[in-house]
Nanobody, 123 residues
Framework: QVQLVESGGGLVQAGGSLRLSCAAS????????MGWFRQTPGKEREFVAA????????YYADSVKGRFTISRDNAKNTVYLQMNSLKPEDTAVYYC????????????????WGQGTQVTVSS
């Protein structure tokens, strides 16, 4: 049974930082591209960042480029999202997701999802 468990969310002031983690189990982690998505009430879940199986290549939404960094540790079956210079508009539930082999920025192509972690940025 595949499980993705996010952690690290919370309340932070604008300009602050948070580091999200997503621990994976029940799959061969190194065979999966990983992504982070976020969702606010009434809106569709949107792409934030993605990373290839090896971790060599990363991809970002324009809205977070230069502020967020995705990384992974295949030995620990964990993917991270370092979020710096946070803005109130970054407030959302953040989800990690897994997609076998080829990385994608498309939500529908991801097979497995975590339960999400709330990030709230106050102004």
């Amino acid at each position: 049974q595949v499980q993705l468990v996010e952690s690290g969310g919370g309340l932070v002031q604008a300009g602050g930082s948070l580091r999200l983690s997503c621990a994976a189990s029940g799959l061969t982690f190194s065979s999966y591209a990983m992504g982070w998505f976020r969702q606010t009430p009434g809106k569709e879940r949107e792409f934030v960042a993605a990373i290839t199986m090896s971790g060599v290549n990363t991809y970002y939404a324009d809205s977070v480029k230069g502020r967020f960094t995705i990384s992974r540790d295949n030995a620990k079956n964990t993917v991270y999202l370092q979020m710096n210079s946070l803005k109130p508009e970054d407030t959302a539930v953040y989800y990690c997701a897994a997609k076998k082999f080829i990385v994608s920025t498309t939500r529908a192509q991801y097979e497995y999802w975590g339960q999400g972690t709330q990030v709230t940025v106050s102004s």
